[in-house]
């Protein structure tokens, strides 16, 4: 069965750091573009960033240069290395591969 579990979540204060990580069971993970969402209270869940199965990766604009998405495929892991964090970066991160859901983490920013 496959299986993605997030890790890494937490509070931080504004301008902090947090790495998110995402490890995957089973053989979904070397064969396919893994993604990071998020959703915030009362919000829909919205793409933050993804990477291929090859390594090419992609943020969106509202955290592009503060957001770095890879992959260790060898290790079936992924990560989110968030930097300068922001309040409305609060919101529960998950991780997206092959179909499968995590079950997210939380990530809060106070100001």
């Known amino acids: 069965q496959q299986q993605l579990v997030e890790s890494g979540g937490g509070s931080v204060q504004a301008g902090g750091s947090l790495r998110l990580s995402c490890a995957a069971s089973?053989?979904?993970?070397?064969?396919?573009?893994m993604a990071w969402h998020r959703q915030a209270p009362g919000k829909q869940r919205e793409l933050v960033a993804s990477?291929?199965?090859?390594?090419?990766?992609n943020v969106v604009d509202s955290v592009k240069g503060r957001f770095t998405i890879s992959r260790d495929n060898a290790k079936n892991t992924g990560f989110l290395q968030m930097t300068s964090l922001k309040p409305e970066d609060t919101a529960v991160y998950y991780c997206y591969c092959g179909g499968v859901w995590g079950q997210g983490t939380q990530v809060t920013v106070s100001s």
């Open positions: 990477i291929t199965s090859w390594g090419l990766p």
């Open positions: 089973g053989t979904i993970f070397r064969l396919n573009t």
